[in-house]
């Protein structure tokens, strides 16, 4: 009981940081759209170390689509990247260098289409797929790894692990 209730916190600390992260990014205009530049998917790094930030970043995403105003196709396709994207992050968790391929990835195929087509937004797909591509490398790729690194240098130097 006590390890669930501490997997469940987990998540629900990670869905609320990711959607504050999100609306900061929001606040200057960055978290949607052609050109996005989610602060929140730096927070992939934390499914190398847990099992929960699967769902944490699941339902922090579908509540941040909410929040900014994402239409019902962008808040199920774009939380199913972020799925799909934590997911593969955990199971690639022995891997750090390469566990966060799968969100960038994930984002940059399911993204794009959903701009060009549900959106409406005029351009190519392939142009979306490189520019939300370039974001997840950022936000994700280098932002995401600084924080693995920080904190696996916390954990190696703490008893308690995270």
């Keep these: 009981m006590k390890k669930s209730t501490s997997h469940l916190t987990q998540g629900a ?9 999100t609306m900061l990014s ?19 790094a934390l499914a190398i170390f847990s099992p929960s930030a699967v769902l944490g970043l699941f339902v922090g995403c579908i509540l941040s689509n909410i929040f900014v105003g994402g ?10 990247a972020t799925l799909i994207g934590a997911f593969f992050t955990y199971k690639l968790r022995k891997y750090p260098i390469y566990a966060l391929i799968p ?3 994930s984002n940059a195929i399911i993204i794009p289409p959903i701009l060009r087509f549900a959106y409406g937004i005029e351009g190519s797909v392939w142009y979306f797929a490189l520019t939300v591509g370039i974001g997840e490398f950022l ?10 690194q920080a904190l696996n240098k916390i954990n190696k130097n703490s008893k308690m692990g995270l």
Excluded: K, T
């Design 139 to 148: 936000s994700c790729g280098v932002l995401g790894y600084l924080l693995y």
């Design 26 to 44: 929001n606040a200057f205009g960055l978290s949607s759209g052609v050109i996005q530049l989610r602060i929140s998917e730096a927070l992939y």
């Design 71 to 80: 239409i019902l196709i962008d808040v199920i396709f774009g939380s199913i």
């Design 103 to 105: 969100p960038i990835l």
């Design 13 to 21: 600390v990670i869905a609320a940081l990711y959607v504050l992260l």
